[in-house]
């Protein structure tokens, strides 16, 4: 298994619930260091930016309104298979299709409101990561 590192949000629904702590001990528990770390609130820019990859779809403006209507929880995660470590902790987008003892299926309100976002490969975390740390930011 090799060290990765990936890009962890999480979302306002669980900023706003001041879930940070819960979460985190769960990516922790689950083997996952955080080596870099920001609380920040988006701008539409910065949303729009880094959802480009959805913006034809149906709920991208929706989704950006989300993600900027509050503070978000900006992380590196690294760890062993750390990209599909992330996801499985994280659950399943709906929440009601999360297993057990994810984070999903312990806090998100919806599928849109869902508490975090991971990088869903090695390629896409190294880009989501540059979007917002720059390489002295993240301190193994």
Do not use: C, W
């Not at 920001?38 to 309104?65: C, G, I, K, W």
């Not at 299709?97 to 309100?109: L, Q, S, V």
């Amino acid at each position: 298994m090799a060290t990765e590192r990936t890009l962890s949000i999480i979302k306002p629904d669980a900023t706003r619930r001041n879930l940070t702590g819960k979460i985190n001990a769960m990516l922790e528990d689950a083997g996952l260091r955080i080596v870099a770390q920001r609380r920040m609130q988006l701008t539409t820019a910065q949303a729009q930016a880094f959802y480009a990859v959805h913006a034809e779809r149906p709920f991208y403006n929706d989704l950006v309104s989300f993600m900027i209507s509050g503070p978000v929880v900006v992380q590196v995660l690294e760890g062993a298979d750390a990209v599909a470590k992330n996801r499985n902790v994280m659950g399943a987008t709906n929440p009601a299709d999360a297993a057990e003892g994810t984070i999903r299926k312990a806090f998100a309100e919806s599928i849109e409101a869902n508490s975090v976002h991971g990088s869903d490969s090695a390629e896409n975390a190294a880009n989501e990561i540059a979007f917002f740390f720059a390489g002295t930011d993240i301190v193994g």
